[in-house]
C-alpha cells in the first residue's frame, strides 16, 4: 500500500507540477510516505524530470530526508550546479548530512558556491561552512582546484584546531574579496564561544549574508 501510495503521489506531482495548490499537499504526503518507508530512490522520477518546478521540489523533498537522502547522494553535483538557486539553497543541506570524507569533490563543490551570484546561496554556505565537520572541510579543501577559494578553505581548516590570531580574521572580514570574508565569517563563528568578539565584529559586515548569519547566531546565543 505505501508503495502504490508513493506511486500515485509522484504520478500526481508529474501531472500536476504547473498547479501549486496540488504540488504542495502532495509533497508533503510524499514526505510522509518516504519517511514510512517508500523507496527514497523513486525520488529520481521528479529529479529527472526537466521540469524545473519537480526538480525543485525534489531537491527540498532530499533534503528534508536527511540521512535517507544519501542514497541519493550520486544525485547532489547536478542540483548543485542547478539554474535555480533553491534547488543549489536545497542541496547543501544534503551535503552537509551524507557528505563523507570520500565525497571531497562534492564537498568542493559546494565550498565554490561560495561564488555564487545569489545571496541566499552564499549565506546558505556559510551555514554548511560553520556546521560542516573538520573531516568535511579537510577533503573538500584538498579537492579544491587552486584559485579564489582554496586558499581561504585550507586557512578555515587549518584553525579548527589553531585559534586564530583575531586581527588576521578581522582583516580578511574587512578585505576586498567577497570569498574571503565569508571564510572569515565561518572562521569567526566556529570560534564564537572562544572569542564572541569576532562574531560580533562579522554581524557588523556589509555583506548582507554574513550580517544576517552573524546576527542570527547571536539571537540565538542569548
Known amino acids: 500500500m505505501q508503495t502504490q501510495t508513493g506511486d500515485d503521489l509522484i504520478q500526481r ?9 496540488v504540488v504542495g499537499p502532495a509533497s508533503n504526503d510524499l514526505l510522509d510516505e518516504f519517511w514510512a518507508g517508500y523507496p ?19 531537491a527540498w523533498l532530499l533534503s528534508e530526508l536527511g540521512e535517507l537522502g544519501g542514497a541519493l547522494i550520486g544525485e547532489v553535483p ?52 560553520f556546521e560542516a565537520s573538520t573531516e568535511q572541510l579537510r577533503a573538500g579543501a584538498m579537492s579544491l582546484e ?8 585550507e586557512w578555515l581548516v587549518r584553525h579548527d584546531d589553531e585559534q586564530p590570531d583575531p586581527r588576521d580574521v578581522v582583516a580578511r572580514l574587512e578585505g576586498p574579496d567577497l570569498v574571503a570574508r565569508l571564510f572569515a565569517a565561518a572562521v569567526a563563528a566556529r570560534w ?31
Do not use: C, Y
Request: aromatic fraction near 6%; charged fraction near 25%; avoid cysteine.
Open 146 to 153: 587552486p584559485g579564489r577559494v582554496k586558499e581561504p578553505a
Open 192 to 222: 564564537s564561544e572562544e572569542d564572541p568578539n569576532l562574531l560580533m565584529h562579522a554581524a557588523a559586515a556589509e555583506d548582507e549574508e554574513i550580517r544576517s548569519f552573524a546576527q542570527g547566531l547571536l539571537e540565538d546565543e542569548d
Open 78 to 129: 547536478a542540483l548543485l550546479s542547478h539554474p535555480l538557486r533553491q534547488v543549489r539553497f536545497f542541496a547543501i543541506d544534503v551535503v552537509l548530512v551524507n557528505g563523507r570524507t570520500w565525497n571531497g569533490p562534492l564537498i568542493a563543490q559546494t565550498m565554490n558556491l561560495s561564488l555564487d551570484p545569489e545571496s541566499a546561496v552564499r549565506w546558505k554556505v556559510l551555514g554548511f561552512l
Open 40 to 58: 527514497v530512490t523513486n525520488l529520481v522520477r521528479l529529479l529527472h524530470s526537466g521540469d524545473d518546478k519537480l526538480v525543485r521540489t525534489g
Open 13 to 21: 506531482l508529474l501531472t500536476h507540477a504547473a498547479d501549486d495548490a
